[in-house]
T-cell receptor, first 115, second 114 residues
Framework: DTGVSQDPRHKITKRGQNVTFRCDPISEHNRLYWYRQTLGQGPEFLTYFQNEAQLEKSRLLSDRFSAERPKGSFSTLEIQRTEQGDSAMYLC?????????????FGPGTRLTVL | SQQGEEDPQALSIQEGENATMNCSYKTSINNLQWYRQNSGRGLVHLILIRSNEREKHSGRLRVTLDTSKKSSSLLITASRAADTASYFCATTRLNYNQGGKLIFGQGTELSVKP
């Protein structure tokens, strides 16, 4: 399977715990995006990498959130001191400048439940 | 900070009927895309229309774009039960500072009954 993969697919944690998600983009894609989606809503942009550089962060990304892409390949999204409001689906997408006008390929998502 | 609004929020039709979903957005765009999401899963890209295009077809899909009204519509013809999903429009304004992020609407939940 050469699509975008995310791990884990589901995560249940207690409030106050830290969690980390991983995204492996399509290998030749140099752009990587993180989005968050709550029930009944469309995805909302969190942050964007081009290679290893984090070029934009949404205001939704509070200081409890941090994302990295150390070698320009896979990325991690960490949430510290989780809150119940962090419960959502976290989606990763990748794209390439060569693709038609920012078509993005999405992974299956990580569903986070904070108890 | 979603910019798109979709109409209707939910649509229920019989197999074989056509389904039309509408999307409105607020700012100038370079292109608009439609994505499909099956229950609780990732999004699948369906079709992209550029701001200088008015209509585009792909199989049973037809997309229109009216930049003067800042709106788009997605028509699915001869619907099938397998088309049951949520459909999202997403706009992008390619700009180095914005990095090509997608701004999604709230989605239309389509149910096609056999």
């Amino acid at each position: 399977d050469t699509g975008v993969s995310q791990d884990p697919r589901h995560k249940i944690t207690k409030r106050g715990q830290n969690v980390t998600f991983r995204c492996d983009p399509i290998s030749e894609h140099n752009r990587l995006y993180w989005y968050r989606q709550t029930l009944g809503q469309g995805p909302e942009f969190l942050t964007y990498f081009q290679n290893e550089a984090q070029l934009e962060k949404s205001r939704l990304l509070s200081d409890r959130f941090s994302a990295e892409r150390p070698k320009g390949s896979f990325s991690t999204l960490e949430i510290q001191r989780t809150e119940q409001g962090d419960s959502a689906m976290y989606l990763c997408a990748s794209s390439s400048p060569g693709l038609a006008a920012n078509e993005q390929f999405f992974g299956p998502g990580t569903r986070l439940t904070v108890l | 900070s979603q910019q798109g609004e979709e109409d209707p929020q939910a649509l229920s039709i019989q197999e074989g009927e056509n389904a039309t979903m509408n999307c409105s957005y607020k700012t100038s765009i370079n292109n608009l895309q439609w994505y499909r999401q099956n229950s609780g899963r990732g999004l699948v890209h369906l079709i992209l229309i550029r701001s200088n295009e008015r209509e585009k077809h792909s199989g049973r899909l037809r997309v229109t774009l009216d930049t003067s009204k800042k709106s788009s519509s997605l028509l699915i013809t001869a619907s099938r039960a397998a088309d049951t999903a949520s459909y999202f429009c997403a706009t992008t304004r390619l700009n180095y500072n914005q990095g090509g992020k997608l701004i999604f609407g709230q989605g239309t939940e389509l149910s096609v009954k056999p």
